[in-house]
């Protein structure tokens, strides 16, 4: 483990025990992936922003977040496209 990631980890684990008097197992949270995303998802909706953000951070370092919508690709359907209308009154 890098680090950043451990620096964040230690960051979360104070910040949780002030801003929502939370105990978190630091072992565990690296090690188990339900376990992690109950504890960051608890603490990346409270209304300390460092504590937001590191929390938000390591569900992205631990592939807890969502993966990034696929951009839609649109395929067109050439027996559709011959009949459309495709010139103006001049062309």
Known sequence: MDQDTLKLLAKVKVAARKALNLEIDVQRLTHD????????????????EELVLAAITLQDKFGLLAD???AKTE???TEHDKDKY??????
């Open 33 to 48: 992936r339900d376990y992690a995303a109950d504890i960051l998802g608890k603490a990346s909706v409270t209304d300390n």
């Open 68 to 70: 990034k919508p696929k």
């Open 75 to 77: 395929a067109h359907d």
């Open 86 to 91: 495709k010139f103006g009154a001049r062309g």
